[in-house]
């Protein structure tokens, strides 16, 4: 499906680590993007790579996308607690571009 | 002021009633969705309208019913709930051409418990 498919489900890691999160998909795409959900909120656009683009940088975020892999990862650097939440991968393209989400990765960092 | 609004933002109802969820948002965006929240917290998209037209209609019960009065609004009306309804259902929205590739901005979802 074209839905993206994020790992590790959960991650719990120390302010000031560095968090690492994947996503993989099985369609061709136009672009794949991140998404940052706080508990009891609604999502919130953090990056978009394009499928001719092979890494973005946007503050403490930085996004790789490999097409051959169908891959995509997502690193925060020197993470803060408030940081804590879940992150989604949402590839988009496929025979109707919808674009799909996955059930994201909940990352917690301890203080 | 906020971009995409959702009302009620919790709902608890019985098993065979109907329930309405309303979204607005003002951001001048021609494209509306409505995506599905589970307890697993897999978002699942089930309706998508573009300047008042339905364009995506997923595998969803007839008993669920957008309708969009005009392109700043699009309202979910659920008849016959049941169980399974209960979720968190979030509204978003995207400028024209988002459908095609842009971001999504999404309300800050409803909750809908149904006993």
């Known amino acids: 499906s074209q839905q993206g498919e994020e790992d590790p489900q959960a991650l719990s890691i120390q302010e000031g680590e560095n968090a690492t999160m994947n996503c993989s998909y099985k369609?061709?795409?136009?672009?794949l993007q991140w998404y940052r959900q706080n508990s009891g909120r609604g999502l919130v656009h953090l990056i978009l790579i394009r499928s001719n683009e092979r890494e973005k940088h946007s503050g403490r975020l930085r996004v790789t996308l490999d097409t051959s892999k169908k891959s995509s990862s997502l690193l925060i650097t020197a993470s803060r607690a408030a940081d804590t939440a879940s992150y989604f991968c949402?590839?988009?393209?496929?025979?109707?571009?919808?674009?799909?989400f996955g059930t994201g990765t909940l990352l917690a960092v301890q203080p | 002021d906020t971009a995409v609004s959702q009302t009620p933002k919790y709902l608890v109802t019985q098993m065979g009633n109907d329930k309405s969820i309303k979204c607005e948002q003002n951001?001048?965006?021609?494209?509306m969705y409505w995506y599905k929240q589970d307890s697993k917290k897999f978002l699942k998209i089930m309706f998508s309208y573009n300047n008042k037209e339905l364009i995506i209609n997923e595998t969803v019960p007839n008993r669920f019913s957008p309708k969009s009065p005009d392109k700043a609004h699009l309202n979910l009306h659920i008849n016959s709930l049941e169980l399974g309804d209960s979720a968190v259902y979030f509204c978003a929205s995207s400028p024209q051409g988002g459908f095609n590739t842009g971001e999504l901005f999404f309300g800050e979802g409803s909750r809908l418990t149904v006993l």
């Open positions: 369609t061709s795409i136009n672009n």
């Open positions: 949402a590839p988009r393209g496929g025979a109707t571009n919808k674009l799909i």
């Open positions: 951001l001048g965006h021609d494209t």
